[in-house]
């Protein structure tokens, strides 16, 4: 499976502002661009902060796009995912709210009852792992559904463990003109942190789009 992170900062590396709240980075090109590479995924993936902090709906924008999709046999919209060891994803979740597929990958950790009422909200459970996601085993899974492509949108933790687990081929971040600070505002890449043995990146392209900045990098 080929999995692209995807991620806006500030000029300083943060996603949010200490309150995690979704702040807007970008502009109406670059959310195009997003919307663009939503639609050439077989599904979209966060974790359970980003569900819970922003309430996102990971649905295509673009009518267009949807179109495109359906005549081209593959559903309106990508599959969604989130990683969500304990099964917090709120039942009235946008993500549960209408009839795109979303994978909710938990752990033997999480209620059974939570797993039901979820179940009966529309959710696709995938358990792995014991503790927290195993997101390798999970992959797996989802690669035998049909997940080729897979977009990650964040946040900060669930990138850093794909960093952890080497699950990432390539990342895309867009740099915007503003600086949001706060020691606890999460950043890129969270977690524990690396202290060595750094994932090294090789940068592919820089674009200047709206009033920031693209880089993609590949993952060596
Ligand atoms: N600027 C952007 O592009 C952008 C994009 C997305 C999000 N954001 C911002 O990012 C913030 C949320 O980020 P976040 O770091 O708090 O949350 P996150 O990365 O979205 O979710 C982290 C949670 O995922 C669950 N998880 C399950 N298995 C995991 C694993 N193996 N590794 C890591 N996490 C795992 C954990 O909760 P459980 O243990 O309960 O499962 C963990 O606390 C919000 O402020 C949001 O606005 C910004």
């Known amino acids: 499976m080929h999995v692209v992170v995807n991620a806006a900062t500030s000029a300083d590396g943060k996603l949010s502002s200490r309150r995690r709240e979704q702040v807007v980075i970008s502009g109406e090109d670059d959310f195009d661009r997003v919307d663009r590479l939503r639609a050439e ?28 999709r ?17 099964g917090r994803t709120p039942l009235d979740a946008r993500i549960l709210d209408d009839d795109a597929l979303t994978y909710l990958l938990v752990t033997e950790a999480a209620p059974k009852e939570r797993l039901d009422d979820l179940r009966a909200h529309g ?7 014991d503790d927290r996601v ?25 990138i850093f463990s794909l960093f952890e687990a080497a699950l990432v081929d390539e990342l895309s971040v867009y740099v915007g003109s503003k600086i949001i600070g706060g020691r606890d505002a999460p950043t890129l890449a969270d977690g524990d942190g690396f202290v060595d043995e750094f994932p090294a990146l090789s940068l592919e392209s820089v674009e ?6 693209l880089l993609r990098y590949s993952v060596t």
């Open 70 to 86: 359906r005549e081209s046999g593959r559903s309106e919209n990508p599959a969604r995912v989130v990683a969500d060891s304990r």
């Open 41 to 68: 995924s077989d599904a979209v993936m966060v974790g359970v902060g980003t569900v819970l902090a922003d309430d996102p709906h990971l649905v295509l924008d673009a009518g267009r796009r949807r179109t495109e």
């Open 208 to 213: 200047r789009i709206d009033d920031g900045v």
């Open 134 to 158: 195993d997101l390798s085993a999970a992959f797996d899974r989802l690669e035998a559904e049909g997940v080729d492509r897979l977009m990650v949108e964040g946040g900060g933790e669930l």
């Open 123 to 129: 959710a696709t459970i995938v358990v792995a792992g």
